[in-house]
Nanobody
Framework: QVQLVESGGGLVQPGGSLRLSCAAS????????MGWYRQAPGQQRELVAG???????HYTDSVKGRFAISRDNAKNTVYLQMNSLKPEDTAVYYC???????????????WGQGTQVTVSS
């Protein structure tokens, strides 16, 4: 069973920074893609930043230049450095990974439990 464990959320003032971490554990052959989504109250979950299966990165327009995604393949961990945070960044942030558990199986999608990020003065 693959598990994604997130950490690093919290309360921060506008203009501040936070760093989220997501570690994948369990039996797996490989991680195809990994990234961060967020969901604010009353809104749909949206992709914030992610690594594709080719290794390229993607950012939603509203966070470009402020957020940076990185990863440590040896630790199966992805990070999201969030700078110049704004109140509209307030949301529950979810880690997502597309994982091939066994070589002969199709990739499966996994989610973390979510971590709250609140940007407020």
């Amino acid at each position: 069973q693959v598990q994604l464990v997130e950490s690093g959320g919290g309360l921060v003032q506008p203009g501040g920074s936070l760093r989220l971490s997501c570690a994948a554990s369990g039996t797996m052959f490989m991680i195809n893609a990994m990234g961060w989504y967020r969901q604010a109250p009353g809104q749909q979950r949206e992709l914030v930043a992610g690594f594709s299966s080719s290794g390229s990165t993607h950012y939603t327009d509203s966070v470009k230049g402020r957020f940076a995604i990185s990863r440590d393949n040896a630790k199966n961990t992805v990070y999201l450095q969030m700078n110049s945070l704004k109140p509209e960044d307030t949301a529950v942030y979810y880690c997502n990974a597309e994982v091939v558990v066994r070589l002969w199986e199709l990739p499966q999608n996994y989610w973390g439990q979510g971590t709250q990020v609140t940007v407020s003065s």
